[in-house]
C-alpha cells in the first residue's frame, strides 16, 4: 500500500529533476552559444541531451562537461541516423500555413502533388532545381522569392514579381538566362515579407524545399529524391 503511495510521489520528483535539469541547460546553452535554445531533450543515448537551437542540434551531458557540435548521432543496433530524423522532425512546418499568396505559382498535368520551394533568382542551384522542374508532371510548385544573395537579387526578384507573368518571367530568366527588365516599382510588400518569413523559419540558403507533409529539404536534391517523397505522399 505504502510503495502504491510513495510511487506517484516519486515520479513527480524525477520529472521535476529532469525539468530542472533541462531548464539549466537551457539557460546554460543560450549563453555559450549566444542564441535562443528552442528545446532541450533526453537523446535516450549515454546521458546526453539534445540541444536545438539556432536551426542546429547539439549534444551536451548533464553537467555540460562537453558540447558536440556538427556530430552525427548514429543507432549503433540499427545504423539509423537519429540526428537526421529529429532534424526532420524539428524543422518541419505545417504546409497549410505557409502564405502562398506570396509565391509564383505553377501547375502542370492535374496538379496533385504540392511543393515550394524559397529560391533567390541568382542562386545557381535554384536555376538547376527550375531546369529539373521543367520535368516534373502532375505538380503544383509553389515558389517564394527569397532574396539573400545581393542587392541584385533582390532588384530581379521585384522586377519578377511585377511580371503580368511571374511564372514566365521567373522560367526565362532560370532556365532561359534571360533576364526580367520590367518595372520594380510595383506592389512588392511580398518579397519583403518572404525575407522576413524565411528568417522566422530559419532558412540560410538557397533552394530550400517544403513538401505538402511539411518536411525541409535545404539545398538542391536530385530530381529522383523529389518524384520519390512525392509519391510517398498521399
Do not use: H
Amino acid at each position: 500500500m505504502l510503495k502504491k503511495l510513495l510511487l506517484p510521489v516519486l515520479l513527480s520528483v524525477l520529472c521535476l529533476n529532469a525539468a530542472a535539469d533541462e531548464a539549466e541547460i537551457r539557460k546554460s546553452m543560450e549563453a555559450k552559444l549566444g542564441a535562443k535554445v528552442e528545446s532541450v531533450t533526453k537523446s535516450g543515448y549515454m546521458g546526453l541531451y539534445e540541444v536545438y537551437a539556432d536551426g542546429n542540434i547539439f549534444y551536451t551531458d548533464e553537467k555540460m562537461t562537453a558540447i558536440v557540435v556538427s556530430g552525427q548521432l548514429i543507432d549503433a543496433k540499427t545504423m539509423k541516423n537519429v540526428t537526421d530524423e529529429r532534424m526532420k522532425k524539428l524543422t518541419a512546418i505545417k504546409f497549410g500555413e505557409l502564405p502562398l499568396d506570396r509565391a509564383i505559382k505553377q501547375v502542370r498535368g492535374d496538379g496533385k502533388r504540392v511543393l515550394a520551394t524559397f529560391e533567390d533568382p541568382n542562386c545557381g542551384y535554384c536555376k538547376r532545381l527550375a531546369k529539373d522542374f521543367l520535368r516534373l508532371e502532375n505538380v503544383t510548385i509553389y515558389t517564394f522569392l527569397l532574396p539573400i544573395l545581393s542587392e541584385d537579387s533582390v532588384r530581379k526578384s521585384k522586377q519578377i514579381w511585377c511580371s503580368a507573368d511571374r511564372a514566365k518571367a521567373w522560367n526565362d530568366w532560370m532556365v532561359d538566362g534571360k533576364a526580367p527588365s520590367g518595372r520594380e516599382d510595383c506592389d512588392t510588400a511580398a518579397v519583403t515579407k518572404n525575407q522576413e518569413f524565411g528568417r522566422k523559419l530559419n532558412i540560410t540558403g538557397t533552394p530550400t524545399i517544403f513538401f505538402a507533409d511539411g518536411e525541409r529539404v535545404p539545398g538542391a536534391v536530385p530530381l529522383a529524391r523529389i518524384e520519390q517523397k512525392l509519391s510517398q505522399i498521399k
